[in-house]
Nanobody, 124 residues
Framework: QVQLVESGGGLVQPGGSLRLSCAASGSIFGINTMGWYRQAPGKQRELVAAITRGTRGISTNYADSVKGRATISRDNVKNTVYLQMNSLKPEDTAVYYC???????????????WGQGTQVTVSS
């Protein structure tokens, strides 16, 4: 079983910064991707950033809306992923969810786990 615990959310002024953390515990193995998604009121959940480690090394990707303002990183020893967000805008307001996707070679299975979510509110 996997547990994902987010922290770092809260109220921040426009132009401010936040550093979100997600600590994963439990069965972490093999090829996996850790990422941050967000869901704003009336909107679908969308990918913010993700970081993958696997046979091809490490790769990252970002939503166009946060490129240049967000940086995702991970500490593989601690199984923790971070999302540093700068120059925050009101449109960044959303519930942010930590996600872990895993694949096992044997038995061949796919796993998808989510954190509870943390509220980020950008407002003056």
């Amino acid at each position: 079983q996997v547990q994902l615990v987010e922290s770092g959310g809260g109220l921040v002024q426009p132009g401010g910064s936040l550093r979100l953390s997600c600590a994963a515990s439990g069965s972490i193995f093999g090829i996996n991707t850790m990422g941050w998604y967000r869901q704003a009121p009336g909107k679908q959940r969308e990918l913010v950033a993700a970081i993958t480690r696997g046979t091809r090394g490490i790769s990252t990707n970002y939503a166009d809306s946060v490129k240049g303002r967000a940086t995702i990183s991970r500490d593989n020893v601690k199984n923790t992923v971070y999302l540093q967000m700068n120059s925050l805008k009101p449109e960044d307001t959303a519930v942010y969810y930590c996600n872990l996707k895993q694949q096992s070679s044997w038995p061949p299975r796919e796993y998808d786990d989510w954190g509870q979510g943390t509220q980020v509110t950008v407002s003056s």
